[in-house]
């Protein structure tokens, strides 16, 4: 069985290349079994699997996540929590606004977004690059992602809220690209009836992003080094 495995962050850095395509053996093979070829391929994997994720076609797995021929399997480090494809067959909901750009996040224009005159409460969150981070001045940050699943990711985590939370609106937009410091990398707006609600949502926003949305952050310090935040902080740079 052949898949194509794209190597994010830390991985495409450490191994000199964003993708591979490889023969996986057995009948049903499972990442596990990928990721046995991996190692015999590139020995220096064979210390880096507790802190390997994993996706086949644009769904997070584990080690047991069935292959198929002709899969996309991303493999990236923890996630440092960031337009692409979005489930097409639902309808858009009202005041819903979510997504990946490439320019400086628009505040006033989530804001409008969100707005309600059913909303007693507007909550947003706004991350923004600072500049040190374990003890060293960072220059700049550069976050990149593995697109199409991020923003099928978003779009899911955007709907999800919205529903359990009963929100009137909420809006997500997270940079790609080089940032500066002080520049905003990460906008929640979520509208409300009332603020427990809002408060709720934005905050676990924040949290899910973090967890489940591929996207990567590089830091670029001062001493002219640089690390892949999670990869870090999992003990390897």
Known sequence: ???????????RDLLGRSSE???????RPVVSDL???LVRTWPVLSTRWSMTRFAVDREHVGGDGALREG??????????????ETDAETEVPARFHVGLTREPIQLEALRRAVASPAAGAVVEFIGVVRN???????????????????AAELDRLGRD????????????????????IGEEALAIVVS???????????????ERIKELVPIFKRE??????????????????
Do not use: N
Not at 71 to 84: K, R
Not at 192 to 206: D, S, V
Not at 220 to 237: F, H, K, L, M, P
């Open 35 to 37: 990721w046995e070829v």
């Open 71 to 84: 899969a996309e399997v991303a493999i990236f480090p923890p996630l440092a929590g960031g337009a692409g």
């Open 192 to 206: 409300a009836p009332h603020r427990a609600a809002a408060f709720a949502a934005c905050r676990e926003a924040i």
């Open 21 to 27: 395509t490889l023969e996986i053996p057995g009948d």
């Open 1 to 11: 069985m052949r898949v194509t495995v794209l190597f994010f962050g830390f991985y």
């Open 220 to 237: 670029i310090y001062a001493d002219g080094t640089a690390s892949w935040v999670g990869a870090e902080e999992s003990g390897t740079t």
């Open 161 to 180: 809220l919205r529903q359990r939370h009963d929100l009137e609106g909420i809006a997500i937009m997270h940079r790609l690209g080089p940032l500066a």
């Open 132 to 150: 040190r981070h374990r003890g060293k001045v960072v220059q700049r940050l550069a976050y990149e992602a593995y697109e199409p699943m991020a």
